[in-house]
């Protein structure tokens, strides 16, 4: 069986370069090469096999996770990997671990908020993980507002230390990866509070465990909040709960870099602009849109290589059934999202020189890209997150029955994932805050203030509130001017539209708050137009390799039209195309389907995922599901024995109608 | 703490009378005092606990579900429960097993295809579970299209036996419930050959274990398929992989209601007509959309209270913050499930009035109104489960970070019930025979046959393919009337545009899949407007109590007026609706969600679920949501100790950089 190749005949159809299309994917030969390397050799190592991660119980599960974290940190050293070829190392890991907030959110927070000597003292700590630390900001009462945290740090100048204490039920800490079980540190947000002031929410340093035996240090009640969705999926993870009874630590752990306590307890706020702090959340949002891409595209390379493999009505005279791909409801439900994993993906590289370019204006002292780059990363994290989970579900259902295994991988996916709807910002208050953007720009429209970056097109308002899709046939939106136009004049209307009815309020926060469903939409609207225009801009460029950028093209148009078809209503509404013009989109839509179909598989191929990385045994690379699956199955632990556990105690007794004497 | 409730000002502002509503929700008041007296019943014993259900390893999950069956069983004897009653006790158990399938699929099977003998012999035996069943038709190969099974029953007129043989790994069973460690007999579907001519699929009674020691047979392998999604959810569920080498069984044992063989090997139609077999199609399946309106209640229930609980942002002056409920883009994501639960609820009731129909006319020969009656419960199915799949998603999402935590209760709901989505046919595969049946009454408009029941509409074509909406102002969207109309145009015009589409193509079929997409758009069109037409159907009854049937009309406004603005794009592009009456009916939805919200919290406790029922810390009904979350957390396995399982391995190494002589 080895060496066989299900899917050959599939790959022999791509009408383009597959090498060349995993380095675009990658992103660049470097980047290529780096996440080959890496994946491979996590791959070929046993210590990271996920054998039986669904199976195991919380605490084994956990502890094995432990183990690889120590393992791969043995193995960073040992190959003297470099800090890029680390974190590859824990991505294809692929096990959420105490690691991801040890140096996604605590070290980033103490070089974000920390200042030069804090920094000095505590990151050499951290990077030797002589210290492990976690970033402790939600509480059982506060996630998304963040200012009414409870948590209280008192500053007591007599000895110089902040008094930590949780004064109430709901301030206990409350979801922090890695705080349950291992981190010996945290950054503790609480309130800054000295000589009887309220300053609000700052960070802290605190320690929680001791470095000897590991024990919460006095006044310091820790644990873990239990079970969450799926098998294995985040169950890996001690988010964790925190209370403080009082718990004193010198005044220099107060993260100082904006504002500082003196020793004798006077509020300073320093000379370094609060806004830096938005650099951090511009970088952290950033890498959550690349990894929406990574999942999503995780997903949808299962479900393809799957719907070419499964085979459903269709035999003709005893011959083979057709592959449930070649429906045109499978290409419907399938094709959409592998268009979005490249669509996300190239979002997402786009963000990433965004955060360069926000930094190094920082730096420059300009702020004036700051809301518009804060407004683009709020919204984009929230549709492709959003997006996301919504697809890795669809890929699931588009295996049918087998999808709803653990085997095929995609619960876990799902379980794993969803998560990045809420955290780093809900994905609805996120959308909020990108209308109360796109209002203030429709509202400084007339005061000669130029709408800049990714809002720069609502700088051509009047033409686009009257313009009308100039579509006559379906191949007309094949053109990138034609689609870009439809998706700005879409944009621009519905935010006008909700200008118009808020100024109809008397009380603009009134009307703001009785609108916001209609202002969610139109906030929606502009992150697809982002999406979409940066997907245009990609295929502006040089882009080598045979065929490589007819086939974006075809996912380009897919996405969009897609898009336009789902909502329709929008574009109907706004009177910006016909219906005609609609169901031209709609032709066009099916025709570019049937262009994919033929590259489907080697376009998942492109994204390069090893079978351990998928860890899906619908989504292997050979195809070889059925006798896979079958193999399986009797790993199970009631395959151990032919017989039930319980069988004597519980099922024989009712074969033998003998309940009334059973003990149960 | 205990008598707290945190809920009862909410409970104080309900404008109608809930217990009377409570009577409505049940369907009568027997069923109310019936399911009232069940699940209190249940909620009481703590032989029904459900306590660490999400923690137990799947072994001890699995047999601590054979304990709940066999005691369920052995508390329906000495409590002397009537049939209704035992069935609802299984469902207040809350828990996917066995049982299930053996009074769900077994029994149901023997009666529908069993002649009058086999039910003597069988019924009894399996009524008194001194047999236990299952229903074996899904092979790992095989699962959407039935035709193509390939296990064999292949008649042996020497010893008057058939003899069931997989002949292939695909041919495998698999999927059936019940079937890995407990049925000892299953109602197997296999190909019947006799006298080397291959009859198609029937079903078969075979005998798979031991009834002494619980052995498989010779020649029956037989276990567990693995691991599903969630962590208790339908892992306590034996799904199975069966296959057999050449299995003998008598020929008796064939069903044979329909279709015989005699002992000379010849195959025999009965004159009972096939058809028969469609009733029990259509009772699975309105007992699936009854099943969908209770877990998308229950899900709602959750984050209803929840909601009204939670607290974030808006507090002024040091006062309290808005609950969450009073966001707009809160209600316009719950409100609509909420509405969904009712309409649903109603559905289902009418499917089951359809089934005595069905079941009357098929007794007297009538069989003209199965294809609707099939096509109408097809359709009914996929979207209800659908939209509840993707509802409880929401719901739990609603409730932010904490509903990622098992103890919300959502990530079980919604992992048991996805698969909803799938069995009893793929959803999508539904949608399409809906569509086929809409394409064939189109053809047949011209030639005089009437179209009937939940396709009548389409007998006023002519007026459909014309009429305009005429409401003026938001209010007019109030009028049942204009919102039927609505609905019934979009659909009618639906359907026409994909069949004169359809009319393009020389090839029928051809056309068929290359408009799969738009065709089930049409389906889904048809099917919503069954569901909205029976919820107004149900309002023009007389409802008793005060302000239950305002209430209910508020509900049935936001579930229609939610679809519209959904669906805008069909409701404009056919040319229905303009832009401006799309407006007035968002500003509608917007205004009754002003009118349920008083009322929202009254409206979740008329489903009358116990928190047994429910199991979700924050769908409690006393609201004491924090406290509760606290002492759960400290429940989980990690929490057993202060300091981790691995820490000296693998923790503490690396705190003391001793990774180099760390065995790992
Ligand atoms: C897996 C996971 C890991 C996490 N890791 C960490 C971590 O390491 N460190 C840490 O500090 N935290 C962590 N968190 C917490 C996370 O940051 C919060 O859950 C998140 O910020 C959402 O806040 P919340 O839970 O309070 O949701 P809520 O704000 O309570 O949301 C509940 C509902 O209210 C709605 N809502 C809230 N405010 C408004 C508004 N103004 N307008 C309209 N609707 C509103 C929301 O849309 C949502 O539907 C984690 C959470 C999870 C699930
Ligand atoms: C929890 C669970 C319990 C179950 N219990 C039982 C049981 O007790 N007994 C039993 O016999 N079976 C059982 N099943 C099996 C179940 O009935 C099948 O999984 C179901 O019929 C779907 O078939 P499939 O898995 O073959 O999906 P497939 O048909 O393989 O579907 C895969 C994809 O192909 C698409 N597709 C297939 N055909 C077409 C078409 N003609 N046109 C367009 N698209 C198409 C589908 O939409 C789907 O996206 C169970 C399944 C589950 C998940």
């Known amino acids: 069986m080895e060496g066989v190749d299900y899917l050959a005949d599939e790959r022999k159809k791509a009408g383009f370069d597959v090498d060349e299309m995993k380095i675009v994917w990658a992103g660049s030969r470097h980047d290529f090469e780096l996440t080959d390397r890496i994946s491979k050799l996590v791959a070929n190592d046993p210590g990271f096999s996920k054998e039986g991660r669904t199976m195991l119980p919380r605490k084994e599960l956990f502890k094995n996770t432990l183990r690889k974290a120590a393992y791969a940190w043995k193995r960073i050293i040992e190959l003297r990997l470099s800090q890029e070829e680390a974190t590859m190392l824990r991505r294809y890991i692929d096990e959420p671990a105490f690691t991801d907030l040890h140096w996604g959110m605590f070290i980033p927070a103490l070089k974000g908020q920390g200042t030069d000597k804090q920094q000095e003292k505590w990151l050499p700590l951290a990077y030797k993980m002589q210290i492990i630390g976690c970033y402790a900001q939600t509480e059982l009462g506060h996630g998304s507002n963040v200012q009414g945290l409870e948590t209280t740090a008192t500053f007591d100048p007599q000895t110089d230390e902040f008094v930590i204490h949780s004064p109430t039920l709901t301030s206990s800490k409350w979801w922090p990866g890695g705080l349950g079980k291992v981190s010996t540190h945290a950054v503790v947000y609480a309130r800054l509070i000295t000589d009887g002031k ?17 024990k919460p240090l006095p006044g310091v009640t820790v644990g873990d909040i239990g079970m969450k969705f799926g098998n294995g999926a985040y169950n890996s993870m001690d988010n964790g709960v925190l209370s403080f009874d009082h718990v004193r630590i010198p005044r220099d752990q107060m993260l100082m870099r904006v504002s500082q306590v ?165 994905n609805v208050v996120l959308q909020l805050q990108v209308a109360r953007f796109l209002m203030k720009t429709i509202s400084q429209l007339g005061t000669g203030k130029k709408p800049v970056g990714t809002i720069s097109y609502m ?77 245009i801009e990609k295929l502006q460029q040089n882009i080598p ?56 598989i080697s376009l998942v191929d492109a994204f390069n995922y090893t079978d351990h990385y998928l860890d899906s045994i619908l989504g292997r690379y050979d195809g070889n599901v059925y006798p896979k699956l079958y193999e399986a199955a009797w790993k199970d632990p009631l395959n151990k024995s032919d017989i039930a556990d319980g069988f004597h105690e519980y099922i024989r007794p009712l074969l033998k109608q003998q309940l009334r004497t059973a003990k149960l």
Request: proline share 2%.
């Open 198 to 214: 309220d300053y609000g929410v700052n960070g802290f340093i605190v320690q929680l465990r001791s470095l000897e035996d590991h």
């Open 545 to 600: 390799g045979k065929g490589v950028k007819q086939q974006l093209e075809v996912l380009c148009g897919i996405y969009s039209l897609f898009l336009l078809h789902k909502h329709q209503g929008d574009f109907l509404g706004t009177g910006y195309i016909t219906s005609k013009q609609g169901s031209l989109a709609n032709d066009q839509l099916r025709a570019l389907y049937s262009q994919l179909r033929p590259n489907a």
């Open 262 to 426: 003196t020793k004798e307890g006077k509020y300073v706020q320093s000379d370094i602009p609060r806004q830096l702090l938005y650099g951090t959340m511009v970088y952290v949002r950033q890498s959550i849109v690349s990894d929406a891409s990574l999942a999503m595209s995780r997903a949808v390379c299962i479900a393809t290589r799957y719907s070419a493999v499964r085979r459903q009505f269709g035999s003709q005279n005893g011959g083979q059934e057709t592959q449930v791909i070649d429906y045109k409801t499978q290409q419907n439900r399938l094709f959409p999202l592998l268009a979005s994993a490249y669509a996300f993906r190239f979002v997402g590289e786009w963000l990433k020189w965004l955060y360069t370019d926000v930094t190094q204006r920082l730096a420059a002292n300009d702020f004036s890209t700051l809301p518009e780059a804060h407004a683009c990363t709020a919204g984009l994290k929230s549709l492709t997150t959003s997006a996301t989970a919504d697809g890795i579900e669809e890929c699931r259902k588009l295996c049918g029955g087998h999808g709803y295994l653990c085997s095929s991988g995609l619960p876990e996916l799902f379980a794993v994932y969803v998560p990045a709807c809420t955290y780093e910002g809900d």
């Open 459 to 535: 700088g051509r308002i009047e033409h686009l509130m009257q313009c009308r899709s100039d579509v006559k046939q379906a191949e007309d939106w094949l053109k990138p001017s034609a689609v870009l136009e439809a998706f700005e004049a879409r944009s621009a209307r519905m935010s006008v539209a909700c200008a118009k009815n808020l100024s109809k309020f008397e009380n603009q926060e009134e009307g703001f708050a009785e609108l916001a469903a209609d202002l969610v939409e139109a906030a929606v609207a502009h992150c697809q137009l982002i999406v979409v225009s940066k997907y």
